[in-house]
């Protein structure tokens, strides 16, 4: 992980997910860790919307969701020209090859099996914002 | 950074939250057992909700929640890709499997589950969902590929390749993408316009506003003390204007306070579709008004009686099928709930067309109680004489059952009711069915009174229950019995007298009926008429609670703050009643 110099913490983050509790918990980790811009949206449409009207540095959404889910909506993202390149974090139960295929597929960046620890999602952030710079 | 969470700040955000999504739950499961077959968007619903619960529960550290959720998860995998069929007993496992998950949740909020409680409590369900369909031969796999409970894996995140590979798969999509880009946007009419709020950050808006009304009346009486008339005028004037603003803004903060009836109703379905279950009857739930709007802090008062009302209708009311068809009526019996709001009031009726309540029982048990006479009874209407179901010690029903419970009749439902600020009554024909009535205030926070005089003291008489007022004639009172009880003959309509100044045995002037007031008010299905020195004006004031800071006092329903900054206590007439038997029964 890069040292404390390096890091950009006025960089901004979309947290994706129907559940308050896991929306809480994300932003929260992210907060602990130095980073203070953050929205949350819904669904994939929510978050669809919300992505229009600003541009994020970061986007970390769960996949099942109702109206449209993660894979779906990713895979809308990466139609914006700005998010071509902007990382997204899939959070999901399982770690499947099915679920690597369709990451990969919809251009996600990385995954995180939830339930997660804040060490790893923000080992997960800080190494995707690292090679973005 | 922080390594680990520290679950008590998200404990209480998971409860909420689970209880939302296991009342949506409830809701389908509901719908699904009624159509009695099951639409593949159910099923993804399901699922979907029920991933949320286990996913939540694992993160928040619930492991004996989770694991059963997980059980169900996979059942309703195997249903997602059509291993399992829909059947009846799909749903009753379900709906199993629905009342079990919220067993386990009450007990790990209270932190009584081990391995051993509940592997007592589900072993059996975890069986029926992981072997369902095995009998047809049908061998289903134990553990789904899709959905492992735990995560033993060693990978816990990993990095998909960012080469070339995801931008082919974008173009090759485009066009399919662009178009659902646009129905998304179509189905996104629903914009985020609302925020969660902290119920007691409203309390204490709407507790500020009622300060502000105490200030407002302090202003207008200093106001009226001032004896320059122009300078009073001008006071007058500005006032009049400060009022209406008040007013406008009390609106506003008591609207964020409202929630629709659906909330209230939400809870009965399965309640009534488990009694009837039990009771081998066969019972159709219906609701009305559900976008009807209460005061959320009235709910949870309100919740108890309802659920008694709803269990006695289940239990007393509604026939078995075979006596309902024997009698000629729909095998199933129907309870419908109303809600409907007007002048300022709810009224949310609770209807049953079973079996009526057997007037005449009630009266004989009331004569046997000592709440009335055989001559007594001949003025009485019947829904005077039904109304006897109210007072304490009159349950009719010869034999105590498990669903309406014990001991607690249908007195402490309208005592209930009446600490809302409410009254209930209720009609009954024999074999057509049984309606109770619940009139309600809109608020409990503010509530319109008129300032009543006893020798030195006075009172808040809630308008609400005013019938009428009047200086009666000595024709018009006459006193029957021999513990001295005085009625008001008012249009061939024998009212009881209680006369304020004995029942709080306060000294007072006036004790001629002729010289003071007769204020009548409603109790239950019946009147009394209040006898007071005189009343002065009507104003609109903050309810404080009593008990809250000190205890209950008997005949008070809560005080407030006067204009002169002085307490104020607010009459509570069902007590005042009880108080006023005990006092003629000496």
Not at chain 2, 115 to 128: A, G, Q, R, V
Not at chain 2, 316 to 327: L, Q, T, V, Y
């Amino acid at each position: 992980m890069s040292s404390e110099a390096n890091k950009d913490f006025s960089v901004s983050m979309l947290v994706v997910d129907d559940s308050r509790l896991m929306r809480d918990m994300i932003a929260f980790a992210l907060n602990e860790a130095g980073y203070s811009d953050i929205e949350t949206a819904e669904d994939g449409i929510d978050a669809l919307e919300k992505s229009e009207t600003r541009e994020y540095d970061l986007v970390v959404t769960d996949i099942n969701m109702p109206r449209m889910d993660g894979f779906e909506f990713c895979q809308n993202l990466k139609n914006f020209d700005y998010y071509k390149d902007i990382p997204v974090i899939v959070l999901t139960t399982e770690s499947s090859d099915k679920m690597k295929r369709k990451g990969q597929e919809v251009g996600a960046a990385a995954w995180l099996i939830k339930p997660f620890v804040p060490a790893e999602l923000i080992y997960v952030v800080e190494t995707l914002l690292a090679k973005n710079r | 950074m922080i390594s680990e969470f520290n679950m008590d700040r998200f404990i209480e955000i998971f409860i909420e939250e689970t209880r939302e999504i296991l009342e949506s739950i409830e809701k389908l499961l509901l719908t699904i057992e009624q159509n009695d077959s099951i639409e593949i968007e159910e099923v993804h619903d399901l699922f979907r909700y029920i991933h949320t619960l286990k996913g939540n529960s694992l993160s928040i550290g619930f492991q004996f929640f989770s694991k059963l959720a997980h059980e169900l998860e996979s059942f309703l995998e195997s249903m997602r890709h059509d291993e399992i069929k829909y059947g009846s007993d799909v749903s009753k496992l379900l709906i199993n499997g629905y009342d079990l998950l919220n067993e386990i949740l009450e007990l790990e909020i209270e932190k009584t589950i081990d391995e051993k409680t509940f592997k007592s409590k589900t072993d059996n369900i975890i069986d029926e969902l992981t072997n369902y369909g095995s009998n047809d031969g049908i061998v289903k796999e134990v553990e789904s590929e899709e959905t492992p409970y735990v995560n033993t894996e060693e990978e816990r995140f990993g990095f998909f390749n960012d080469d070339n590979s995801t931008k082919k798969t974008n173009t090759k999509q485009e066009t399919e993408t662009q178009k659902s880009v646009e129905t998304s946007q179509k189905a996104h009419s629903i914009a985020s316009s609302s925020i969660r709020v902290n119920l007691g950050k409203i309390d204490k808006l709407m507790n500020d506003i009622g300060e502000l009304v105490i200030a407002m009346s302090m202003l207008d009486q200093f106001t009226q003390s001032v004896e320059d008339s122009s300078i009073k005028n001008g006071f007058n004037e500005r006032i009049g204007y400060l009022k209406h603003i008040l007013r406008d803004l009390q609106d506003s903060v008591m609207s964020t306070r409202m929630v629709p009836m659906e909330q209230v109703y939400s809870k009965f379905p399965k309640l009534v579709r488990d009694i009837a279950k039990d009771l081998n009857k066969e019972i159709i739930f219906k609701t009305a008004g559900n976008d009807v709007e209460i005061d959320k802090a009235m709910i949870e008062g309100l919740s108890d009686p309802l659920i008694h009302i709803i269990r006695n209708a289940c239990d007393h009311g509604i026939e078995k099928p075979s006596s309902r068809m024997a009698s000629g009526k729909n095998k199933e019996g129907t309870i419908s709930m109303d809600a409907t709001q007007a002048n300022e009031q709810i009224m949310i009726t609770i209807k049953d067309d079973g079996k009526g309540i057997d007037e005449e029982r009630i009266v004989s048990k009331a004569i046997e109680a000592g709440l009335t006479t055989q001559e007594r009874v001949q003025m009485l209407s019947t829904n005077e004489k039904l109304g006897f179901i109210f007072e304490p010690g009159l349950s009719t029903a010869s034999d105590v059952t498990d669903i309406s419970g014990r001991g607690v009749g249908m007195d402490v439902v309208r005592s209930n009711i009446n600490r809302l600020g409410g009254t209930i009554d209720i009609d009954s024909e024999a074999k057509k069915g049984t309606t109770f009535r619940l009139m309600l205030p809109l608020t409990l926070a503010i509530v319109e009174v008129l300032n009543v005089v006893v020798g030195d003291a006075r009172f808040f008489l809630p308008i609400a229950s005013i019938i009428e007022s009047l200086q009666p004639e000595s024709s018009m009172i006459q006193s029957i019995g021999n513990n001295n009880n005085e009625v008001l003959i008012l249009r061939e309509e024998a009212i009881p007298i209680i006369r304020l100044y004995e029942i709080f045995n306060i000294a007072s002037n006036i004790t001629e009926l002729e010289k003071g007031m007769l204020i009548i008010v409603r109790y239950g299905t019946s009147k009394v008429a209040i006898f007071f020195d005189m009343f002065l004006t009507q104003q609109q004031v903050v309810i404080k609670s009593i008990d809250k800071n000190f205890k209950q006092i008997d005949g008070f329903s809560g005080a407030s703050i006067k204009g002169d900054g002085s307490i104020g206590l607010i009459l509570d007439v069902a007590a005042i009643v009880q108080m006023h038997r005990q006092l003629k029964e000496l």
